[in-house]
């Protein structure tokens, strides 16, 4: 794998896995977060532990107005993108907020698509590289237990498959990622354990694979295939009825 790879919303739990993953590949890393500050110790990890050249960057996701500049401003167009980004809330509180909701609307597919877009456009002049987007099985069908956050990511999901299909031809690469739930912070205290958890180092691991053999959607688990076709497949009347 040759070029650096770039990490959108380097901060989570899942990014630095995989930040690592490409690392012990030999690429060089590009880590961009809002406050990329917090990065100063994976950013020395990472060079100590394998050798490789890592820079800092500030990017706000929401903000879609500078992620032009943003692009512009790397060091070297990536030949790997991956994007983190995301925040999945409290669905009691974001459907009697709307400002809340809104935040997750944006933070999981307006700024993430924004951001993937930007860079599909520098990839494609170019004739190469392969974008990465984190979605979520939550977006494969509406559930009154996450429907604004399964919502947005219902979006990203699909944006991807077009992009994907519009760049076919142009020797850029789109990769769908569904990890199912995943030991990290963001789903600490939900209690989870078992064949449906998976860790952040086996979506990094997931990630270098699917990049290296072209894939286009995987779960991270295979039992997640098997999960949501059972919930896909639940009639409407009979799902209107369950609270999952």
């Given at each position: 794998m040759k070029g650096p790879v770039l990490i959108l919303g380097a901060a989570s739990d899942i990014a630095r896995a995989t930040a690592r993953a490409f690392a012990a590949q030999g690429c060089a890393i590009q880590l961009a977060a809002r406050d990329p500050d917090r990065l100063a110790d994976d950013k020395a990890d990472l060079e100590t532990r394998f050798g490789v050249a890592v820079t800092l960057h500030r990017v706000d996701a929401l903000d879609v107005e500078s992620h032009e500049a943003f692009v512009d401003s790397l060091p070297d167009l990536p030949m790997v993108a991956v994007c983190a980004v995301g925040l999945m809330g409290d669905q009691a509180q974001t459907a009697a907020d709307v400002t809340r909701a809104t935040l997750i609307l944006r933070s999981n597919f307006e700024g993430p698509a924004s951001l993937l877009g930007v860079l599909a456009n520098k990839m494609e002049a170019r004739g190469s590289g392969t974008l990465v987007g984190i979605s979520s099985v939550a977006g494969e069908r509406g559930r009154a237990s996450n429907y604004v956050y399964g919502s947005a990511k219902a979006g990203f999901t699909a944006y991807l498959s077009g992009l994907r299909n519009?760049?076919?031809?142009?020797?850029?690469?789109?990769?769908?990622?569904?990890?199912?739930?995943?030991?990290?912070?963001?789903?600490?205290?939900?209690?989870?354990?078992?064949?449906?958890?998976?860790?952040?180092?086996?979506?990094?691991?997931?990630?270098?694979?699917?990049?290296?053999?072209?894939?286009?959607?995987?779960?991270?688990?295979?039992?997640?295939?098997?999960?949501?076709?059972?919930?896909?497949?639940?009639?409407?009347?009979?799902?209107?009825?369950?609270?999952?």
């Open positions: 519009r760049l076919a031809k142009k020797g850029v690469h789109v990769v769908t990622v569904l990890p199912g739930f995943v030991d990290t912070k963001m789903t600490a205290g939900m209690g989870l354990k078992g064949p449906l958890l998976a860790q952040p180092e086996e979506v990094g691991r997931a990630i270098v694979a699917a990049v290296e053999k072209t894939r286009d959607v995987i779960h991270v688990r295979r039992v997640w295939w098997l999960v949501m076709a059972i919930i896909k497949a639940i009639p409407e009347g009979s799902f209107k009825k369950t609270s999952i």
